[in-house]
């Protein structure tokens, strides 16, 4: 079992950045993808980012130029750093490691 921990979240103003960690517990060996989501309140999850052990990043349109998905030096890391931050996309963030969610990081975005 691979526990899955995502830091970073809080409140900043429009305009705003943050950047997000998401830690597994171990390292995972072989391909796999790491990928943040996000769920506001009403509405379903959504992919926002997503890199491949490879290095293969994907974007939607929504925040594409502006959310950035990198893997830290440790493999057990990715982060996701969020630029130009709007009331949209306020909502809790989750990470999915390979097949191993994280409990989520509430990110709100408030004037």
């Known amino acids: 079992q691979v526990q899955v921990v995502e830091s970073g979240g809080g409140y900043v103003q429009p305009g705003g950045s943050l950047r997000l960690s998401c830690a597994a517990s171990?390292?995972?060996?072989?391909?796999?993808?790491v990928a943040w989501y996000r769920q506001a309140p009403g509405k379903q999850r959504e992919l926002v980012a997503s890199?491949?052990?490879?290095?293969?990043?994907n974007y939607p349109d929504s925040v594409k130029g502006r959310f950035t998905v990198s893997r830290g030096n440790a493999k057990n890391t990715v982060y996701l750093q969020m630029n130009s931050l709007t009331l949209q996309d306020t909502a809790v963030y989750y990470c999915?490691?390979?097949?191993?969610w994280g409990q989520g990081t509430q990110v709100t975005v408030s004037s």
């Open positions: 890199i491949t052990s490879g290095g293969i990043t």
């Open positions: 999915k490691f390979h097949s191993y």
């Open positions: 171990r390292t995972i060996v072989g391909i796999y993808v």
